[in-house]
């Protein structure tokens, strides 16, 4: 028995014909990474939907993205590590991201997501505008200030992704909209694009590549002591540099 919902049965005809019209599949992965990765920078907001482990509720919050690591597809959001987010993600990790714009343009990623208390992680992507959520207990501790120990980071790291991006004008997206009312057609308004877990794997072992082949050739320029071991303590405490 089949796990899908139907309703019904159009035999050869799309039953989603919007989907199949605005199916984007670009023939570069890289492109279709690069696109997501600048829409989401643009849109700057973003709702978290997390699961609530008393009720198993869904729940879903404004957040601000605070940065991007690895492929640009892993995400970071600051928290108060007292509020009920944390909670959730400790019930379950399991998360979703989406963001949209004023165009109607959105993305939404899925993935898991941990909550980090590292204080170096934390001043790294500290940001004076925190005091004004967390406020100044007025204990010497608890000031809102990057040692704050309620300031947390959650890390998102995507699953997969979908998203749909348009390179049209609001008069050329009217105008197919309209004729797809008198022509009964599907209009062609969207780029509207899907990025599997294996795809997000490659984009991760590309960089992988990358940052090797790259710090490879910065390692041995330098007139100093060679050795496998000197090069992997080079990697492991420069690596971030390049990727964040």
Request: proline share 4%; charged share 30%; aromatic share 8%.
């Amino acid at each position: 028995m089949s796990d899908k919902f139907s309703n019904a049965d159009t035999g050869d005809k799309p039953a989603d014909p919007y989907k199949a019209t605005n199916k984007d599949e670009p023939s570069e992965l890289k492109e279709k990474v690069q696109d997501l990765v600048s829409f989401m920078k643009a849109c700057k907001f973003a709702m978290m939907t997390t699961r609530i482990g008393e009720t198993g509720m869904l729940v879903s919050r404004c957040m601000a993205l605070a940065a991007s690591e690895g492929n640009g597809i892993d995400l970071i959001f600051h928290t108060n590590t007292e509020s009920g987010k944390t909670d959730d993600l400790k019930s379950d990790p399991q998360i979703n991201i989406a963001f949209l714009n004023s165009s109607g343009e959105w993305a939404s990623l899925s993935g898991e997501a941990d909550v980090v208390t590292d204080r170096e992680l934390v001043r790294k992507h500290y940001s004076p505008a925190l005091k004004a959520w967390l406020g100044d207990l007025k204990d010497g501790k608890h000031d809102g200030g990057p040692e704050d120990p309620r300031i947390g980071i959650i890390k998102v790291k995507a699953k997969t992704a979908t998203y749909a991006v348009t390179g049209q004008t609001i008069v050329g997206r009217s105008f197919e909209v309209a004729k797809g009312i008198v022509t009964g057609e599907a209009p062609s308004v969207n780029k509207l694009r899907e990025i599997s877990e294996e795809e997000l794997e490659k984009c991760e072992l590309w960089l992988e590549r990358y940052l090797l082949s790259l710090f490879h050739n910065i390692f041995y320029d330098f007139k100093a002591p060679k050795g496998p071991d000197i090069f992997e303590t080079f990697y492991s405490k420069t690596r971030h540099v390049f990727v964040n």
